[in-house]
C-alpha cells in the first residue's frame, strides 16, 4: 500500500486535569517486530480458515469510523475547503492491513456518510489495487503482504445498517427507527443493527425493527475507565516505566458492562432472536498522547487489533468471500468475538448436537439437545511464560438484573444437556497470568490479590447464542 510521509505538525493536549499531554499528527509508526520465542501484545495472526462442519473462519471489524464521519480525525477528516485528511485515510487503510482482519463493515456517521456517494463510502482508491465486488457493493484492498480485506459501507445513526450496498431512495430515512426505514435499508441489502443499547431500556430493543445490536462497545467501555485512562496516558508522556505495554492499553481499561449484559440477556429472554456484535467504534480522536512505540494511544491499527468478530461463513462456489457471504453469516447468528489483545484463541468451538444433527450458534436448537464448548489456546504462546488460566461457561438468558444466569462452566471443554428451552450462549474467561512481564509494575487487577478469585478474570470470547425451542 501507498505510504504518505508528511512533516509532522507537534501540538499540546491539556487534560482535564490541566496536564498537558504532547500529541502529533504524524501517520502512525508500524508497530515494533514481536520479540522471539512466541505470541506477545500486538502480535496478529490471520483467521483459521476452514474449521469444523465446513465452514470458513474469517474475522473483522463491526462498526468503524473513517473519513466520512464527522468526528473521526480528530475531529476535522476535511479542512475547510473540503479536502480529506489523507494521513488519517491511510491510517485507516494501513490500520486494516496491519491487524490481518479479512472485513470491516463501516459505520459513519449521518452528517457525512447521507452525503457521500458510491463508491467514495467504500474508501475505495482504483490506484492503489482497489477492486469493486458485486456491482460495487463493496471494495476489495490488497495490502502489502498480499492480504485482502473486504470494505462495506454502512452508517451509525438511529440505527446501525451495516452492509449496504447503495443508499435508499430517500435518504432522510437513514435517520428514523420506523419500520419503513427497515425495509428501505433491508431491500439496499443491510443488516439493521444498533450501536450503544445501554441508552435504550429492553422494552425499546424488543420493539424495534433491528437484526442485532452490540454485546460489547470500546468506545462505550472507555467512557467507564476514562479517569484510570487519562491517568494512564499521563504517566506514559511523563516517561513512567510502570505503565503496561502500549497494546494492553484496552486491557486496562476493560470491564464487563453490567447494562450490555443486562440487554443483551432480557431481550433474549423475551423470546427475540438477535444477533449480537462487538463494536471497535474507532474514529482516532480520542487519546492523541504518542506512546513507546512511536504510536498514537488510539490509532487505529491499535484499536482494530485489540479485538474482533469471527464469522462463519460458506463461501461461494468459486472460494472467494464476498459481502453477500458475511452478510449472511451475520444474519444467521453465526458470529462469536474474541478479546485478542490477551492472546489469538485457536481451537474454540460451540455446537449443539441432537438426533444425529449438528446445529451451530445463531441456530434453532430442539430440547435435550447437547451443547458442547471446546476450550481454545492461546497460539505461539511461549512455553517459558506461566499458563493463563481459563474456563468455558455455559451461560442461559434470564430476566434479572444481570441478564444471564450461569448453568455450566468447566476448566477444560465443555458438554451440557438443554432441558428446558431458552437461549444459552457460550463465553471463554481468562486470566491472563502469561502477561505479567508485559504489564510491568502496574497494580491492575490481574497481579495480586485475584489470582485465585475466578470473578477476577476477564472475559476472552463471547459467542452468539443457541436458541433452544
Known amino acids: 500500500m501507498r505510504r504518505i510521509r508528511l512533516a509532522c505538525t507537534v501540538a499540546a493536549l491539556t487534560t482535564v486535569t490541566g496536564t498537558v499531554v ?61 479536502v480529506i485528511d489523507s494521513v488519517c485515510f491511510d491510517d485507516f487503510r494501513r490500520g486494516l492491513c496491519q491487524s490481518k482482519h479479512d472485513f470491516v463493515f463501516l459505520t459513519d456517521h449521518g452528517d457525512r456518510f447521507d452525503t457521500t456517494e458510491y463508491p467514495d463510502t467504500l474508501l475505495f482508491k482504483p490506484d492503489l489495487g482497489d477492486v469493486l465486488v458485486n456491482n460495487g457493493s463493496a471494495n476489495r484492498i490488497t495490502c502489502d503482504d498480499g492480504h485482502t480485506a473486504l470494505i ?16 435508499v431512495a430517500d435518504r432522510s ?8 426505514t427497515a425495509d428501505a435499508l433491508h431491500d ?62 484496552v486491557l486496562a481499561l476493560w470491564s464487563e458492562d453490567p447494562a450490555y449484559m443486562q440487554r443483551w440477556g432480557n431481550v433474549l429472554a423475551a423470546g427475540k432472536k438477535i444477533v449480537s456484535t462487538m463494536g471497535t467504534d474507532c474514529h482516532r ?54 478479546f485478542e489483545y490477551l492472546g489469538y484463541p485457536v481451537g474454540f468451538d460451540a455446537v449443539a448436537t441432537a438426533g444425529g444433527a ?18 481454545p489456546s492461546v497460539k505461539d504462546l511461549d512455553p517459558t511464560k506461566e499458563a493463563p488460566r481459563q474456563r468455558l461457561r455455559l451461560l442461559k438468558a434470564d430476566d434479572s438484573e444481570a441478564g444471564f444466569v450461569e448453568v455450566a462452566s468447566s476448566a477444560s471443554d465443555l458438554s451440557f444437556v438443554a432441558t428446558e428451552p431458552g437461549a444459552y450462549r457460550v463465553e471463554v474467561r481468562m486470566l491472563p497470568l502469561h502477561l505479567r512481564q508485559d504489564l510491568r509494575n502496574e497494580d491492575l487487577r490481574i497481579l495480586n490479590e485475584l489470582e485465585g478469585n475466578d470473578e477476577g478474570d476477564y472475559v476472552w470470547i463471547y459467542a452468539n447464542p443457541f436458541y433452544v425451542r
Not at 462495506?152 to 443508499?167: C, I
Not at 430515512?173 to 419503513?180: I, K, R
Not at 468459486?318 to 453469516?329: E, N, P, Q, T
Open 285 to 338: 480522536n480520542t487519546f492523541r498522547t504518542m506512546l513507546e512505540d512511536g504510536e498514537r494511544a488510539d490509532s487505529y491499527r491499535r484499536m482494530m487489533i485489540a479485538f474482533s468478530n469471527h464469522l462463519l461463513i460458506t463461501a461461494g462456489d468459486d472460494g472467494v468471500v464476498d459481502d453477500g457471504d458475511l452478510k449472511a453469516a451475520l444474519r444467521a447468528g453465526r458470529l462469536w468475538g474474541a
Open 152 to 167: 462495506m459501507a454502512g452508517s451509525e445513526n438511529s440505527m446501525m445498517p451495516v452492509g449496504l450496498e447503495h443508499h
Open 188 to 249: 439496499a441489502g443491510a443488516v439493521i443493527l444498533l450501536a450503544h443499547p445501554e441508552d435504550y431500556d429492553t422494552a425499546q430493543l424488543i420493539a424495534m425493527p433491528i437484526d442485532g445490536f452490540e454485546m460489547y462497545n470500546l468506545h462505550a467501555n472507555t467512557l467507564l475507565g476514562a479517569g484510570f485512562a487519562l491517568d494512564l496516558l499521563v504517566r506514559a508522556n511523563d516517561g513512567d516505566p510502570g505503565v503496561p505495554h502500549p497494546d494492553l492499553l
Open 358 to 375: 449438528a446445529f451451530d450458534i445463531g441456530s434453532d436448537v430442539p430440547v435435550g439437545a447437547t451443547i458442547h464448548a471446546t476450550m
Open 22 to 82: 504532547g500529541t502529533t499528527s504524524c501517520p502512525d509508526a508500524p508497530p515494533p517486530a514481536p520479540p522471539a520465542g512466541g505470541w506477545a501484545p500486538g502480535t496478529i495472526f490471520p483467521a483459521e480458515g476452514p474449521v469444523s462442519r465446513g465452514f470458513v473462519d474469517v474475522r473483522g471489524l463491526v462498526h468503524a469510523h473513517s473519513v466520512y464521519s464527522h468526528d473521526a480525525c480528530d475531529g476535522v477528516p476535511v479542512d475547510d475547503n473540503g
Open 173 to 180: 430515512l437513514y435517520g428514523a427507527q420506523t419500520q419503513e
